[in-house]
């Protein structure tokens, strides 16, 4: 295990637009203020999504898209910087109309309505390539 002690810096909390995408609202924000390493939280409803699955097996995601209004019953992620841009690696459990649940990397998907909550870190995280899993990875 690799790990390091980080501060927590500054706390934002936002309303995510109708109709823009869920993931460039968060990573917006973090451009906005200028933010390199933060933890989010967010919750609320979009009216479609692409979920990304990691194959383990294949080293590759498999998306799969569902165009269907979906509650976010959670979202959880971080800021860090991938080939030095913002990214906001964002999972979230869906639920449909049933209660039926869906899980896995939100890779995109249209706001309904969401808010957010982001905790930012003093000191940059950056995602670099991890042989053994062959993700890019923070620390």
């Known amino acids: 295990m690799d790990y390091r002690e980080v501060a927590g810096e500054r706390e934002f909390v936002a309303r995510l637009g109708h109709g823009a995408d869920w993931r460039e609202e968060i990573e917006s924000l973090a451009d ?8 989010f939280i967010a919750m609320g409803a979009v009216q479609d999504a692409d979920v990304w699955f990691y ?3 294949e080293t590759e995601y498999r998306e799969v898209r569902f ?5 976010v019953a959670s979202c959880v992620g ?13 999972h979230a459990v869906l639920s449909r109309r049933s209660g039926q649940s869906l ?12 808010e957010l909550y982001m ?8 995602r670099e390539h991890d042989d053994s899993t062959d993700l890019d990875l923070w620390l």
């Open 32 to 39: 906005d203020e200028d933010v390199d390493a933060a933890w």
């Open 55 to 57: 194959d383990q097996d």
């Open 67 to 71: 165009d269907e209004p979906l509650e």
């Open 78 to 90: 971080n800021i860090a910087l991938l080939d030095g841009e913002r990214f906001a690696h964002t």
């Open 103 to 114: 899980a896995g990397h939100l890779d995109s998907a249209t706001v309904f309505a969401g």
């Open 119 to 126: 905790r930012t870190f003093e000191e940059s995280l950056v």
